[in-house]
């Protein structure tokens, strides 16, 4: 008896010693993650030359627009690009919780079992291929696409790999509820292969 309640006692000044030294392990790990989150914050903002080197810009409606959080992506099997996907938004991202996201335009192309390579790719030739502009309000998402055989919209591929994608687009995306059109002009890019670059 005098063995049990002994070990009993053992047990119990095991646990508090066992949850400090994870509650130990937890702040360790949160400042860890706080640290790299700042590192890799304060290099978002390095030297404009490596910065300038990369971008996605276009005109909207003649008015021109650098965006941010930009990022290019994409995939397939055997190494190709089956399908890839390039976006951005118009201003940096909110930092306050409940602040709507700025608007955002993308375009995606998908080729499933072809390689995407150097080339023009269109709406609507090309069947799975969609560019859309995005307004976020309070009441829901204003959208724009190439959802019709009306709207025009080409992306021109100079350059693609695992390294990064170079090119130029334009054309129209229509709200398909109000039928209001976006003219996009000038449009072009330069991004590494999923990094995400800021003007």
Not at 59 to 70: C, H, K, P
Request: proline fraction near 5%; include cysteine.
């Amino acid at each position: 008896m005098i063995t049990s309640s002994a070990n009993r006692k053992i047990v119990i000044k095991e646990i508090p010693l066992r949850h400090k030294i994870l509650h130990r392990l937890g702040q360790l790990l949160y400042t860890s993650l706080t640290v790299l989150l700042f590192s890799a914050c304060s290099s978002d903002s390095g030297s404009d030359t490596s910065e300038s080197d990369y971008y996605f810009k276009a005109a909207l409606d003649g008015r021109d627009v650098s965006f941010y959080m930009v990022n290019f992506q994409g995939g397939g099997n055997d190494s190709r690009f089956e399908m890839i996907n390039v976006g951005g938004f118009e201003k940096p991202f909110p930092s306050k919780a409940g602040e709507l996201a700025p608007p955002s335009l993308d375009f995606e192309i998908w080729k499933i079992g072809v390689d995407i390579t150097p080339g023009t790719y269109s709406t609507p030739q090309e069947p799975e291929m969609v560019a859309r502009y995005a307004v976020q309000t309070a009441e829901g998402t204003i959208l724009y696409s190439t959802r019709t055989a009306d709207d025009i919209f080409t992306v021109k591929i100079e350059s693609i790999s695992k390294s990064g994608i170079k090119g130029t687009f334009s054309g129209k995306v229509r709200n398909m509820d109000t039928g209001k059109v976006l003219e996009i002009t000038q449009g072009r890019f330069n991004l590494p292969y999923e990094d995400i670059v800021n003007p």
